[in-house]
């Protein structure tokens, strides 16, 4: 059975810094690109960043571009999203999710989320 | 690339046949995905490559469209569709969604 388990959500200060982790379990965590998507209170959702599931060609919203840094270490079938100077507007959900296999495109599981609070 | 669904909500019956349209601000060939997500949950797939049912929905989503314009429908509503719907293309990066679309009682 496929899991996502998310955490290292909490509450930050603007311009401070978050590392979320995501925890993948149930398939090969190496043969599949992983994504962070968000959503802001009451909001629609918006895809954060994507990786190969080797860990080349990471991808950026433009919202986050230069802050934030996708990673995996495949060895421990771990994803990471390092979020620095972070923003107000960076208060969400944050969800990852698992792409599915090569040449096909959707996200076909997700974690549960963690919340992510920016705020003084 | 930006997506517009229209209606952004829509009141239905159970039993009615419902459909949703997706608009890309340019053409996306067939990358397109459908989620359902309700309230206090993650997201689920329901559709990708545009018209590819996910294994384990239900055949009475099915979608629809290549190039600007995408259709989810439902066939005939039941009471656990009550949800809001996105849409999400892959054409190329960032993967953008739609702003959603919520499908409520009447």
């Known amino acids: 059975e496929v899991q996502l388990l998310e955490s290292g959500g909490g509450l930050e200060q603007p311009g401070g810094t978050l590392r979320l982790s995501c925890a993948a379990s149930g398939f090969t965590f190496s043969t599949y690109g992983m994504n962070w998507v968000r959503q802001a209170p009451g909001k629609g959702l918006e895809w954060v960043s994507g990786?190969?599931?080797?860990?080349?060609?990471?991808y950026y919203a433009d919202s986050v571009k230069g802050r934030f840094t996708i990673s995996r270490d495949n060895s421990k079938n771990m994803l990471y999203l390092q979020m620095n100077s972070l923003r107000t507007d960076d208060t969400a959900i944050y969800y990852c999710?698992?792409?599915?296999?090569?040449?096909?495109?959707?996200?076909?599981?997700w974690g549960q989320g963690t919340l992510v609070t920016v705020s003084s | 690339i930006q997506l517009t669904q229209s209606p952004s909500s829509l009141s239905a019956s159970v039993g009615d046949r419902v459909t949703i349209t997706c608009r890309a601000s340019q053409g996306i060939s067939s990358y397109l995905a459908w989620y359902q997500q309700k309230p206090g949950k993650a997201p689920k797939l329901l559709i990708y490559a545009a018209s590819t049912l996910q294994s384990g929905v239900p055949s009475r989503f099915s979608g629809s469209g290549s190039g600007t314009d995408f259709t989810l429908t439902i066939s005939s509503l039941q009471p656990e569709d009550f949800a809001t719907y996105y849409c999400q293309q892959f054409n190329s990066n960032p993967w953008t969604f739609g702003q959603g679309t919520k499908v409520e009682i009447k």
């Open positions: 999710a698992k792409k599915l296999g090569p040449g096909f495109y959707g996200l076909d599981y």
């Open positions: 990786i190969s599931g080797g860990g080349s060609a990471p």
